[in-house]
């Protein structure tokens, strides 16, 4: 079209003018719209006073079609005028889509926009043509072979189209059949357990595993090659793969053809290149062995490993490649793994970015590796490490740049995204077992981005009522000593929480501190103080009124603790990796009201089981008891089993010991909780990812299996229907999924557990759950 114009142009011309040179006087522009006559005489290589012939009309209309903005160009000459009349193509008024599901409309309209299809903007039919191409590409790839994309143009007034954009996505086609050929050493559903593709079966509608994918196959090709490439199968290729479309396009076939070749033993490792650190270091580093099956998996950690400690010696750039030398005459290879240090790096800058409240010094005193230092990757990571522990964040990325115009330098940058830390405000929330939980607090564990744990706490529920303030600084002196305070009054209605009829008044405070004793372990020491008045209810047990009689109501106790801390894990909040442990001792200051102790232990095991898979395991144990003038542990401070951190699928509080009702009083029936001073907890857990959920890292779900009891292990000669001695036969198990969100509006916890044991007196909760809101 743009040539029937541009030809017809020229022949107006040449019949105006004769063919003639002839010098311009003026130039006149006519139909003019919407574009300027600026743009025009910018784009036209001619202006008044130049001397124009047929060659030069050519080019000023070639020039003035190449800016897209006109259908019709006519060049005639008035005289000394030269007049340019012109036919602006069309503006888009409207861009309308209708049928697409699969693709969002506005990832459609900002395609259309980045391509100069937009509202306002001159339409272009080719532009169009060639989008609509491409959306029907993007369809093909994720398997709707039948989808298509029509466009309307609807002429409207003052030279403008309304543009609708119809979809048909059609339905994805499903994958009705997978064939490997050339699969002897391995049975082919061994190969075919190795795709992310599947063929259609019962819980394709939830996997929506059976949906063909370009992409997917090209993962599942490299995996089936990694497959034989790890087990010593040096020469295998695919040699094709075909994928074939159902006449009616709503079934997919996939073939393809494999080339196993032979298995290949390792007869020999070689080192080449500049061994910095020693020979017989780099060698012990090597996972590969000599007269075993060849590795590519093997091989390319053991260049990974060797390039880490090389990272550690400050060698940040090192490159380290296994190359296999194959020898076909007796299948074996010679792996030689080439060492390039390159030079030791230095860093120059350690640089934080997204940390809009946490101070920089909170995040640079976590740091091991140092500024001005050689760069160790270990360091690096390490400290890395340390800000996940730190609880605040929710994400924590490292990235090592070497500095522009240097070899020898890097700058380390650590990239935080912060997450809630506590609530600032007045609360509420709902507990199962408490009710609904009214008060004002404030509870931060990074109090102002300073890194310190402040806690002011005005609490009242069904059983308690709280006032508290307590703060800690882990930095207290620059070495890493911690040291913090706490004061508090409360007063516990434990008949309320499924224990046994008293309640206590009681105030008074602590002092703590810590040290650290290395990296990833420390030790603690506390001092403390509690008043505290019994008060028995309407009708307390034989036990209450037996511990009252020998020890009267009002105590005043002083209390030392100690305690060890050990955690490898990867983070503060819902980790997945590494171990911890903690054991801690309590007694009261002889000379005390009460003299008691207690010791308890808790511990966590994370181990991986596959790529979205991690097991872990947890165990608490408590003991407590008297010494000197007591007979035994205070009530008060009895453990608890059952709920939310114990054994699941029991009510809170509920396992253990109960109260002897008192025989002289008809109206005592109850049997309540009444606990124990030994406490065995553990469960075993499958944590698994939550499904349609993108971002898991403030969500855990899990399987598990709860078992624990509380045991008293003075019992005396009380009836064993409410005293339960230590035995390993006695702990309640259940079994069941539950998981934990960090949600904006506080943690929330539930369980879905089922009981297998129960006692005759156990109190079964299937399903339990905790919120909290913060505003």
Request: with cysteine; aromatic share 10%; proline share 3%.
């Amino acid at each position: 079209m743009k040539r029937f114009y541009l030809l017809l142009s020229l022949c107006l011309f040449a019949l105006a003018v004769r063919a003639e040179v002839f010098q311009v006087e003026d130039i006149r522009i006519d139909g003019l719209q919407r574009v300027s006559s600026g743009t025009v005489f910018a784009s036209m290589p001619l202006s008044v006073g130049d001397l124009i012939d047929e060659n030069t009309v050519r080019r000023a209309t070639r020039s003035l079609f190449r800016t897209g903005y006109f259908d019709d160009i006519r060049i005639s000459r008035d005289g000394g005028i030269l007049i340019v009349t012109v036919k602006e193509r069309p503006a888009m008024a409207e861009i309308k889509l209708s049928g697409n599901k699969a693709i969002p409309e506005e990832d459609l309209l900002k395609a259309l926009r980045d391509n100069g299809l937009a509202e306002g903007q001159i339409f272009r039919q080719a532009v169009l043509e060639g989008m609509s191409r491409e959306l029907e590409r993007q369809y093909v790839g994720q398997g709707r072979y039948g989808a298509t994309v029509t466009a309307d143009i609807e002429e409207l007034p003052r030279n403008r189209v309304g543009v609708h954009i119809k979809v048909d996505e059609g339905e994805v086609a499903s994958i009705k059949h997978i064939n490997v050929v050339g699969a002897r050493a391995f049975d082919a559903d061994e190969i075919l357990s190795l795709f992310e593709l599947k063929t259609s079966n019962i819980l394709s509608w939830v996997f929506n595993d059976d949906k063909y994918s370009k992409e997917k196959l090209s993962g599942d090709l490299e995996r089936i090659e990694s497959f034989y490439l790890n087990r010593g199968y040096l020469k295998f290729s695919i040699e094709t793969t075909q994928v074939a479309i159902s006449p009616d396009r709503q079934s997919v076939f996939v073939t393809v053809n494999l080339n196993e070749g032979d298995v290949y033993t390792v007869d020999e490792i070689a080192l080449a290149g500049d061994l910095v650190i020693s020979e017989g270091e780099i060698r012990s580093l090597v996972r590969l062995k000599k007269e075993q099956t060849f590795s590519q998996l093997e091989m390319t950690n053991t260049s990974e490993i060797i390039k880490d400690r090389l990272g550690n010696e400050g060698y940040t750039f090192a490159e380290v490649k296994g190359i296999p030398e194959v020898n076909e005459d007796n299948k074996t290879a010679k792996v030689t793994f080439f060492v390039n240090p390159g030079k030791r790096a230095y860093v120059r800058r350690i640089e934080f970015r997204g940390n809009t409240k946490t101070m920089d010094e909170v995040l640079r005193r976590e740091m091991r590796q140092m500024e001005g230092a050689s760069a160790s990757t270990a360091k690096i990571e390490h400290s890395k490490v340390r800000l996940n522990r730190l609880g605040y964040f929710k994400e924590v990325q490292v990235d090592t740049q070497q500095v522009p115009g240097t070899n020898d330098q890097v700058d380390v940058i650590y990239t935080v995204e912060e997450q809630p830390s506590g609530s600032i405000g007045a609360s509420v929330g709902f507990a199962q077992t408490y009710g609904l939980v009214l008060g004002a607090n404030i509870s931060e564990r990074n109090f102002l981005g300073t890194g310190n744990n402040v806690s002011i706490n005005l609490n009242q529920s069904a059983y308690t009522t709280n006032y508290g303030f307590s703060a800690s600084n882990p930095y207290f002196t620059r070495d890493g000593i911690g040291a913090g305070f706490s004061v508090f009054m409360r007063e516990t209605d434990y008949e309320e929480v499924n224990v046994s009829n008293y309640s206590t008044d009681s105030m008074g405070g602590s002092l703590t501190f810590s040290y650290p004793i290395s990296d990833v372990s420390s030790i603690g020491f506390g001092l403390g103080l509690e008043v505290l008045e019994l008060k028995p209810g309407s009708f307390p047990s034989e036990e209450i009124l037996e511990f009252i009689d020998e020890n009267g109501e009002d105590f005043t106790t002083f209390t030392t603790s100690f305690n060890w801390g050990y955690s490898t894990l990867n983070r503060a909040n819902l980790s997945t990796a590494g171990i911890s442990h903690r054991v801690a001792v309590e007694f009261s200051v002889p000379g005390s009201d009460l003299e008691y102790y207690k010791t308890s232990y808790a511990g966590q095991y994370f181990r991986p089981l596959s790529e979205s898979l991690t097991l872990r395991m947890r165990t608490d144990l408590g003991y407590g008891d008297s010494y000197g003038s007591g007979d035994r542990l205070p009530f008060f401070k009895n453990y608890f089993g059952g709920g939310w951190g114990s054994v699941r699928g029991y009510k809170k509080n509920t396992l253990g010991p109960r109260e002897t009702p008192d025989p002289d009083n008809p109206f005592d029936n109850d049997d309540d909780p009444f606990g124990g001073n030994m406490l065995v907890v553990g469960s075993v857990e499958v944590l698994f990812p939550v499904p349609f959920i993108k971002d898991q890292r403030s969500i855990q779900a899990a399987a598990f299996l709860d078992a624990g009891n509380v045991f008293d292990t003075d019992c005396g000669d009380k009836d064993d229907d409410f005293c339960q001695e230590p035995d390993l036969g006695d702990l309640r198990y259940s079994l069941g999924i539950g998981g934990t969100w960090i949600s904006g509006f506080g943690p929330i916890t539930a369980s879905l557990a089922f009981p297998l044991n129960p006692g005759g007196e156990d109190e079964k909760e299937v399903f339990q759950f905790s919120l909290g809101q913060t505003f």
